[in-house]
Every structure is written in C-alpha cells, then in structure tokens.
C-alpha cells in the first residue's frame, strides 16, 4: 500500500474503532497516504447496518481502510493482532476503559510490549472524575454548554451533524501527526494519546466561557445574543427566497447604503460608527428589510458578491450537492461504498500542491483484506516494527 505520493504514505495504521470519532481519525490518516487496517469483529462494525440517519456513518467513516476480521476468542486471532501492532506505527481504539484490557490491547499492555507505537485512545472524557462515563455527542453537547449557546437554555439544540465526533477525530490525527514526527527526530519511542469527546466539546465553547471571565456576563445564547454589527441579519427576498447578509466593516456599511437606497442612514450624523448603528438596529433592520424584499436573490447575491460583502442563501445539505462551487473540479469526489456503488462526498477540505485529495476511495468489504494481510505478516517489512521512526 505504498507509493500513493502522500505525506503519510509509509505509515501503518491498525484500527479497532466504531461509530464516528474513532473512524474519522482512520478516515484522515487514510486520505493522507496511511495504511489503514480496519479490524473488526466476525459480525463487522455495528455502524455497517446502521439505517435512518446513521446510513452514511460506515461508508463516510470508513473509506479507504482495508478490513480484516478477527476473532480474539481464537488464539490465532489473538497472535495476529500481535503481529499486527508488532509492525504498525499506529493504534486506534474508541472503546471505554478496560474494555480492550481483557484482551491484552490496554494501552499500558501495548506500550510496554510495542514501545514504538502510538496508541490514540478516542474516549468521551480526557483523565479525572468523569473518565469512567460514556459519551455521545450530543451527551457532551449538553454537558459543554454548546447545545444552550446552540438554541436557549429553556430549548438546548444540538448542532446538526456529529460536529463533535468529527472534530474529535481531526484531534486525534493533530496528536498523531505530533507523534510521528517527534518520531521522525529520532525518537524511538512513542506515545499514549487520549482525545476526549468532552474536551473537544469545551474546547468549542472556550470562546464563551473566556467571554464570562473576562466581563462577568453570563453569555447569551445564539438566539438571544447582543449583535456586534449593525446589519447581521435573515432577509426575505422578492421571490420568498431568504438569505444572510453581513455588514461588517465601515467600507461595507457605506457601500451597502449606497447601492441599496439607504442614503437617509449614511448621511445620518447619529449613525456615524458601528456601536451607533447597533443601538439603532431597531429602525435600520425593518427598513433594510423593505428594500431587500425588492430584490430577487439572483440580482441580490450577484450585487452583494460584486461589493464584497458577506453573503449567504439559507441552504440544506442537498441543495449543495448543485452549488457551483461544490461542483468545481475536485470539490466533490467520487467514492464507492461497498457493494459498489459510488457516491460523492466532499473533498478532504485542504489543498496539497494544488490537487484535491480523496477521489477513488473503496469502502471496505467486511474482511476482504483479511487473507492478504495474513500472507503480508510473513514478509519482513510487515514485521518491522516503528515504520515511522
């Protein structure tokens, strides 16, 4: 599985993980040129038969990987895993504490009988008093404070995707790229991680909870915050179309005026800075309204985008899958799910030397790859151990 021109290409992965924020962490580290193994259990990973909501999870999770199955009940199984990690870089697990101890794959058991590999533990909360808990997204959502900033305290509203999860995944692959190159100094040693659900969660609402040091007001919620611009605003168009529009910065604001017959509010001396126009929001936005209710969204967004001003229609996902920019070259690529057929799916969201990263990726048929990694273990590169070092 070399050659790809990655920056991970070398790297081996072994994955026992489930759900979102495991695979997302195997996800990336694939895309970037890792050999993911993803071992799963004779049944599969329980998310392959996820319906409703979750029908995307194992194929947008999970592309890229090879999968074997393993029986850890047979001894056999069990040496192979051990061969496994004995020449990998990498070992991820999302399971609760203690969980994989039974098994020999705790992670103080793995360091000391691998030193050289980096085991990334994905839990729902980092070391103290609530690392014993398990954690859904929408647990620490809750928990964090993200869901009352979200909606309201009285009505808590989660974010509308597994954002947490994700983004967990995203710190695992920082730690680990931080670990593989510590690695690559010289180091042969390598490194016991733990991403907590939780704290990834804090580490969204810190801007808040600095907010609340630093004045002693207890944060408002998104729906009921303090505006910090004059025209920041959800505007109905003449078509019934609606749209966000941002008006941010003096330029904007003068401009703005100009082109959208609000001259009596740029000429108007009460309104000569921004926290003016904030305490005045109450007669600028109605009459601001009027006059985008005039306009189509088409000539609107056209106009707005040819003044640089912030601008959005207020889309769903699938609107998305026919927005020009999605559908540049390289903006979607095509993957295929296991049983072949093919999706599209955003692309890696970076750019390497120019390209897209991500086209051509299979989802894994369970335990497809388990005959070839077994006859690769008998080949002295898959039994060198530390490929990163």
């Known amino acids: 599985m070399s050659g790809t021109g990655l920056p991970l290409d070398g790297v081996r992965v072994v ?28 049944a599969g990973d329980k998310t392959r ?5 979750g029908i995307s999870f194992f194929p947008l999770f999970n592309r890229g990987k090879r999968s074997v199955v393993l029986d850890f009940a047979r001894p056999e199984d069990r040496e192979t895993m051990d061969r496994l990690l004995a020449g990998a870089d990498v070992f991820l697990e999302n399971f609760r504490d203690g969980q994989l101890d039974r098994q020999g794959l705790g992670a103080e058991a793995l ?32 928990m964090s404070g993200l869901a009352a900033m979200t909606g309201t305290r009285e009505r808590p509203q989660r974010v509308g995707s597994s954002a947490n999860d994700i983004m967990g995944g995203m710190f695992g692959a920082i730690s680990i790229l931080a670990a593989l190159y510590q690695k690559r100094g ?18 969204l609402v810190a801007q808040h909870m600095v907010e609340y040091e630093m004045t002693g007001r207890k944060p408002r919620s998104m729906p009921e915050r303090e505006h910090a611009w004059p025209i920041y605003d959800i505007f109905d168009t003449a078509e019934g179309d609606r749209i966000f529009i941002g008006v941010v910065t003096e330029g904007h604001w003068q401009s703005f005026c100009r082109e959208f017959g609000l001259k ?28 985008i209710r005039r306009w189509n969204a088409a000539d609107l967004s056209a106009r707005l985008d040819a003044l640089n001003i912030c601008f959005s229609p207020i889309n769903r996902p699938e609107d998305l899958l026919c927005d020009p920019h999605v559908l540049r070259p390289g903006g979607l690529v095509n993957n295929f799910n296991a049983d072949g057929k093919p999706f599209r799916v955003p692309a890696l969201p970076v750019e390497w030397n120019g390209g897209n990263i991500g086209e051509g990726l299979q989802v894994p048929v369970l335990g497809a790859d388990t005959a070839e990694v077994r006859a690769e273990l008998d080949r002295p ?8 070092a």
Do not use: W
Not at 15 to 37: D, K, N, R, S, Y
Not at 49 to 53: E, I, N, P, Y
Not at 381 to 388: E, L
């Open 264 to 291: 009596e509010f740029a000429d108007d001396p009460t309104l000569r800075d921004t926290t003016d126009r904030i305490l005045a929001r109450a007669r600028i936005i109605p009459r601001v309204a009027e006059e």
């Open 111 to 142: 360091r000391r009988k691998h030193p050289h590999l980096i085991v990334a533990g994905h839990k729902g909360f980092l070391s103290g008093p609530y690392e014993h808990r398990p954690a859904l997204d929408e647990v620490v959502q809750m």
């Open 15 to 42: 994955e026992m993980t489930h759900m979102v924020m495991g695979p997302t962490c195997g996800m990336i580290l694939a895309q970037l040129g890792a050999e993911v193994i993803k071992v799963e259990p004779p």
């Open 49 to 53: 038969s996820l319906g409703g909501m």
């Open 186 to 203: 010289g180091s042969k040693d390598g490194a016991n991680i733990r991403i907590g659900l939780f704290e990834n969660c804090l580490f």
């Open 381 to 388: 590169k898959f039994s060198s151990t530390g490929n990163a």
